[in-house]
C-alpha cells in the first residue's frame, strides 16, 4: 500500500473509534530465503497490512487489530477496541494518561529504494554466492536471507499524522565441515546491497576451522572441573546479545519505576567500566533506523550509561506518567498503549574502544576464552542482571594471546553489568547485530556494537551435546 492509502486507513479508523483514539497502519513486504546443508529449502514472498486501533477510556486503553483497510473491518476493530477500553474503566481510572501531543519527528537515512524493490534474483545472486564459497571451503551451509519494506502511518484523534517508511537486509550463516566443527556469522544492513553474503560464509567457515597445529576435536575448556572463571574475549554477536538482555533488565522505565529495575534507585551511580558508554541513538550510522514509536513519539537519542555510570533509562507514555517527576516518552513504546512488558530500547549502540580488531584484545590473554554468539539467554534474578545461557558455533580457547583450539559450547552463568564492570578493552570498529522477528509483524532492530574483552566470565559447566 502507498504511503497516502495508509494514512487515509488511519485517519478513517480514528474517526469510527470516536473519542480520544489512535490508529497505526503498517504494510510490509518481504522475502525470506532458507538453506540447509547446503541447499535451498524454503522461499517466501509476503505481503500484508494490518491497522492497529487504540482508544482510551477513563486512563484505560483497548487495543484491536484489523487485517484489512476497508471501513467495515476499521469499524469492527475500532469497536473491540472501545468496548475492551470500556470495560476495564468498570474498575475505576486508569493509569493511562492520554495520548501524546503531536510533535515533528526527523527524518533518517533508513529507507534504500533497492532493497524495497525486493528482486528476487538479488536474493539467489546472494545465496549463490555463498554456496560457491561453502563448496570451495569444503563446508556444509544453512541460513537465512531476508530482506523486507515496512511502511506506517500513525493518526490521532489528537491531530497526530505521520508515516514512515524503512527497509532491512539480514544475512545469517551456518557452516559445519566434515568433522562437526561448526561456525556462524552474520550481517545486517538498511541495504541490501551493503552485505556480502560471499564474505559472510567465509566467515563462518572460519568459525569451523581449527586453527593451524590445533586439535581437531573440541576441548574441555574446564579441564574437567564443574566451573570456571576465565578471560573471555566476546564478538560483536555475543556483545550484542548481553547487550539485549540489559536492555530489558536495566533501561525499562516502568520497571525503573517500579522499582523492579536492575537500575532503580541507581542512576548516577557507576555500574560498569570507565570505558563503557552505551546510548539508544537511533540515527547513529549504521543502525536500523525509526522516526517515531508505536504511540507516535519521535525517537531520539538517549545516553544510557556513560563513561561507566548509568544516566538515563527509557519510556513510553504510560512509564513516563508512572515515574513522574517530569517524565516525558523518550519514543520508546513497542505498541500502541505501551506493552504489559514496558518500554524497551532498540537502537543500542556501544561506543568503540582503542583495539584494532578481535586479535589485539586476545594478544594479552595468556588463557581464556573467545565467543562468537550465545544461545537460550535468560534471566535468572533480574535486578543483578543475572543470566545463562550457553555459547555456540565458534567457541575457541585462548593461549598465549592467541587462538589454541576449538572448544567445546559451554554453559554461563554471569551478570551482564559485572561483565560490563570487569570490561578491560573493546574493539575499534562497532558494527550492527540485526534482529528480525520472522514469526509476526516485521519489525527489524539490531545493536551497533564492538568486540570486548572482559576480565572473567563465570562458566557453570559444558553443554550438553547438540544444545
Not at 470516536?18 to 538453506?35: K, Y
Not at 524495497?116 to 555463498?130: C, I, R, V
Not at 569444503?138 to 530482506?147: D, M
Not at 541495504?191 to 574441555?220: H, L, Q, Y
Amino acid at each position: 500500500m502507498t504511503r497516502d492509502a495508509l494514512l487515509d486507513a488511519a485517519r478513517r479508523a480514528v474517526r469510527a473509534a470516536g473519542g480520544e483514539a489512535l490508529a497505526r497502519a503498517v504494510s510490509e513486504r518481504s522475502v525470506t530465503a532458507r538453506l540447509a546443508r547446503s541447499q535451498p529449502t524454503q522461499a517466501t514472498d509476503l505481503q500484508r497490512a494490518r491497522v492497529e486501533v487504540l482508544c482510551v477510556r477513563d486512563g484505560h486503553t483497548g487495543l484491536a487489530i484489523a487485517s484489512r483497510t476497508d471501513d467495515d473491518a476499521l469499524a469492527a476493530a475500532a469497536r473491540r477496541a472501545h468496548d475492551a477500553a470500556l470495560a476495564a474503566a468498570h474498575a475505576g481510572p486508569g493509569d493511562y494518561p492520554g495520548l501524546p501531543e503531536p510533535a515533528p519527528a526527523r527524518g533518517h537515512d533508513g529507507f534504500d529504494v533497492a532493497t524495497a524493490a525486493l528482486d528476487p534474483g538479488q536474493t539467489g545472486g546472494a545465496l549463490a554466492a555463498a554456496l560457491d564459497v561453502a563448496e570451495v571451503r569444503g563446508v556444509e551451509l544453512a541460513g537465512t536471507w531476508t530482506a523486507g519494506a515496512v511502511t506506517e502511518a500513525i493518526a490521532s484523534s489528537r491531530g497526530l499524522e505521520a508515516v514512515d517508511a524503512v527497509t532491512d537486509a539480514q544475512f545469517k550463516a551456518v557452516a559445519q565441515a566434515p568433522d562437526g566443527l561448526r561456525g556462524y556469522a552474520a550481517r545486517a544492513a538498511v541495504a541490501a546491497g551493503a552485505i556480502d553474503a560471499a564474505a559472510v560464509a567465509a566467515e563462518a567457515a572460519d568459525k569451523a576451522t581449527p586453527p593451524p597445529g590445533a586439535p581437531a576435536a573440541p576441548v574441555d575448556p574446564l579441564d574437567g572441573a564443574g566451573t570456571a572463571e576465565l578471560p573471555v574475549v566476546l564478538g560483536p554477536d555475543a556483545v550484542a546479545d548481553l547487550l539485549q538482555m540489559l536492555g530489558v533488565l536495566a533501561f525499562d522505565g516502568r520497571a525503573w519505576a517500579e522499582g523492579r529495575s536492575a537500575l532503580s534507585d541507581r542512576l548516577g551511580e557507576r555500574v560498569a567500566a570507565p570505558n563503557i558508554s552505551l546510548s539508544d541513538s537511533v540515527r547513529f550510522p549504521g543502525t536500523l533506523p525509526h522516526a517515531f514509536d508505536p504511540e507516535g513519539t519521535p525517537k531520539g537519542p538517549v545516553p544510557l550509561i556513560q563513561d561507566g555510570v548509568a544516566h538515563r533509562v527509557v519510556h513510553d507514555v504510560r512509564s513516563a506518567a508512572r515515574a513522574g517527576g517530569g517524565a516525558t516518552s523518550t519514543g520508546h513504546a513497542i505498541s500502541p498503549g505501551g506493552a504489559v512488558q514496558g518500554p524497551i530500547p532498540r537502537n543500542l549502540v556501544l561506543a568503540g574502544g582503542g583495539a584494532a580488531d578481535e586479535a589485539e584484545l586476545m594478544a594479552p590473554v595468556e588463557r581464556g576464552l573467545y565467543v562468537t554468539r550465545l544461545w537460550y539467554v535468560n534471566p535468572v534474578r533480574s535486578k543483578e542482571t543475572l543470566i545463562t545461557g550457553v555459547t555456540r558455533e565458534g567457541t575457541f580457547l585462548i593461549e598465549d594471546g592467541r587462538l589454541a583450539a576449538p572448544v567445546r559450547d559451554v554453559r554461563f552463568t554471569d551478570s551482564v553489568l559485572r561483565l560490563l564492570s570487569t570490561t578491560q578493552a573493546l574493539s575499534r570498529r562497532p558494527r550492527l547485530v540485526g534482529t528480525t522477528d520472522f514469526y509476526g509483524p516485521r519489525f527489524a532492530y539490531g545493536v551497533v556494537c564492538p568486540a570486548l574483552r572482559a576480565d572473567g566470565f563465570r562458566l557453570t559447566g559444558v553443554a550438553s551435546p547438540g544444545v
